[in-house]
């Protein structure tokens, strides 16, 4: 059985999701809104903890935690869900920016860098994930014209969040080249995507995805790291895997 950190929406908002990983034969560490709650999930293999998004400390704490309930941890995976975020902060008010910030853009950004210094001194292989469900802009909807556009557009600190999110990734990704031990998987779920709303089959496709890169004889290069894979489709071509 595998291990996987999770970071992106929180207990219980991502429990179907988490569920979902649970049965592809891995126990998760994530994140909980209550601490109340943190225990009402262990039976499926779902360990949590609260954290302030906006705290490195908090960041390396979760790590460790994650570190020490789960024996095998070697995979990380960071999702971004847009039409989630954009129900949270619907309206661009000035008020709710600074804690759209914490949600969307400081919690990633803490708890990669966290994450990263972590593995350097590990430095034992391991695979992050960044799985993007994106949502359309107001600035999508207007060079849609009469196209379908299958989602409502979402506001502009959401839509900045999101795009931070995929600059963050591909930083990251570029790191496959320097560290021998590092793997890096990039998925992006678009409106126009057939899976686009199952997420039990969005899961089935990243946890095989992350299997096979995991299984792969040759090293990961820089190139396929930083590919943006559509969820559904098959992840850059090169890998030989062991039969």
Do not use: H
Request: charged share 25%; with cysteine.
């Amino acid at each position: 059985m595998s291990d996987i950190l999770l970071i992106g929406k929180e207990l219980p908002d991502v429990l179907e999701f988490a569920e979902s990983i649970s049965l592809k034969e891995r126990r998760i560490f994530t994140t909980s809104k209550n601490a109340t709650e943190v225990s009402n999930f262990e039976a499926e293999n779902i360990f949590s903890v609260t954290w302030n998004k906006n705290s490195a400390i908090s960041a390396r704490s979760l790590i460790i935690k994650a570190e020490t309930k789960l024996d095998n941890l070697d995979e990380y995976l960071f999702y971004f869900d847009a039409p989630y975020f954009a129900s949270k902060f619907e309206l661009d008010k000035s008020e709710e920016v600074s804690a759209a910030i914490d949600t969307m853009i400081s919690s990633y950004q803490y708890a990669i860098n966290e994450l990263l210094y972590r593995l350097e001194q590990k430095k034992e292989k391991a695979i992050i994930s960044f799985l993007i469900k994106t949502a359309s802009s107001k600035f999508d909807v207007l060079q849609a014209g009469n196209k379908t556009v299958n989602s409502r557009p979402v506001s502009n600190i959401v839509d900045s969040a999101q795009m931070a999110f995929k600059a963050l990734a591909q930083n990251v990704a570029t790191l496959v080249a320097e560290k021998s031990y590092l793997s890096v998987l990039l998925a992006q779920n678009l409106p126009t995507n057939e899976l686009y709303e199952n997420e039990k089959e969005v899961v089935s496709w990243l946890m095989n995805s992350i299997n096979e890169i995991k299984n792969a004889k040759n090293k990961q290069t820089a190139k396929q790291a930083c590919t943006w894979v559509k969820v559904g489709a098959k992840i850059p071509s090169g890998f030989s895997l062991f039969k």
